[in-house]
Nanobody
Framework: QVQVAESGGGSVQAGGSLRLSCIVS????????MCWFRQGPGKEREEVACVDWSGQLKSFADDVKGRFTLSKDIFKNTLDLQMKVVKPEDTAMYYC????????????????????WGQGTQVTVSS
């Protein structure tokens, strides 16, 4: 049985840092691309940062580039999102997801979306 579990969310002041962790069981992450998504209040869910199966190719949404980094550990089966210089607009529920496929136009999982999702972890940034 596949399980995806996020942790590390919480409340932080603007300009601070937070590290989110995603641990996956039941999958060989050597075979999966993974992403962090977020959904803020009243907003659509968006892709924040992704890494390919090898852990080498990474992509970031424009508004987090230079502030967020990704670390994939295939031995621990984890994907960490390091958030720095956070802003109030980073406030959202953050989700981790995995899929064998990453489509350059449609994103993780292609048209059907990612196969595996976590339950999310809330990040709240105060000004």
């Amino acid at each position: 049985q596949v399980q995806v579990a996020e942790s590390g969310g919480g409340s932080v002041q603007a300009g601070g840092s937070l590290r989110l962790s995603c641990i996956v069981s039941g999958l060989d992450l050597n075979e999966y691309a993974m992403c962090w998504f977020r959904q803020g209040p009243g907003k659509e869910r968006e892709e924040v940062a992704c890494v390919d199966w090898s852990g080498q190719l990474k992509s970031f949404a424009d508004d987090v580039k230079g502030r967020f980094t990704l670390s994939k550990d295939i031995f621990k089966n984890t994907l960490d999102l390091q958030m720095k210089v956070v802003k109030p607009e980073d406030t959202a529920m953050y989700y981790c997801a995995a899929d064998p496929q990453y489509d350059l136009e449609l994103g993780l999982g292609g048209q059907g979306g990612p196969r595996y999702w976590g339950q999310g972890t809330q990040v709240t940034v105060s000004s």
